[in-house]
């Protein structure tokens, strides 16, 4: 069955520190990767999203990702992280012709 | 940004009640879905829906129904809620075609007491 792994569960960080969120997933198809947030009490936001041509990918608030095709990767960073930062963050996978399969969420607490 | 609107935003109700939540979407999406999702977890396919007249059930066994008669519209019904129903349950949509973006809804929190 086709799954996505989220690294950590919970990251807690101080503000100013780098930030890198792994995420793997279970699919030999075309895929198309996402990352999603989901600030306390609101509805989940694309952050950025990679379908074809660039690996690195770049998305709002400062945060890029990169996919790496053979370690079925597509890790999030941000160089720096806020406060403002703190949410929880959602990788997930639409395979071609199929529905979105989301990761279980890393929690990231930035601590002021 | 697609526009998601889901009522009601939170509901307190009584165990054996029935409840329906609504979904409606104003950018004719062809694909709707709805996600069960606790506090601080992952989110759960429970049905979706490819256009009219067509739902399907999700990955996670649920005990509600959902119906599509209109494109716009795709509410979630439970006919008699028991505790084990207390969650959020999200929407979201997905333009027709290959390699698009899925969008959410703000969310329906449920709690049945």
């Known amino acids: 069955a086709q799954s996505v792994s989220q690294h950590n569960h919970h990251v807690i960080l101080s503000e100013a520190a780098s930030l890198e969120l792994g995420c793997n997933y279970s699919?030999?198809?075309?895929?198309?990767l996402f990352w999603y947030v989901q600030y306390p009490g609101q509805h989940l936001q694309l952050l950025l999203k990679?379908?074809?041509?660039?690996?690195l990918v770049k998305g709002i608030k400062g945060f890029e990702a990169e996919f790496i095709k053979s370690k079925f990767s597509f890790n999030l960073r941000k160089p720096s992280v806020q406060w403002s930062d703190t949410a929880e963050y959602f990788c997930?996978?639409?395979?071609?012709?199929?529905?979105?399969?989301f990761g279980p969420g890393t929690r990231l607490s930035v601590l002021p | 940004e697609a526009d998601i609107y889901q009522t009601p935003r939170y509901l307190v109700i009584g165990t054996g009640k029935k409840i329906t939540l609504e979904c409606s979407q104003t950018?004719?999406?062809?694909?709707m879905y709805w996600y069960q999702q606790d506090p601080g977890m992952e989110l759960h396919l429970i049905h979706y829906s490819y256009g009219v007249n067509s739902t399907e059930k999700g990955d996670l066994s649920s005990e509600s129904t959902v119906s599509r008669i209109r494109t716009e519209h795709f509410p979630l019904t439970l006919e008699s809620a028991r505790p084990s129903h207390t969650s959020q349950y999200l929407c979201a949509t997905v333009p027709g075609g290959t390699g698009n973006t899925i969008y959410f809804g703000e969310g329906s929190w449920l709690t049945v007491v």
């Open positions: 699919y030999g198809g075309t895929v198309n």
């Open positions: 990679y379908f074809s041509g660039d690996p």
């Open positions: 950018m004719g999406h062809d694909k």
């Open positions: 997930a996978v639409n395979p071609y012709g199929q529905n979105f399969v």
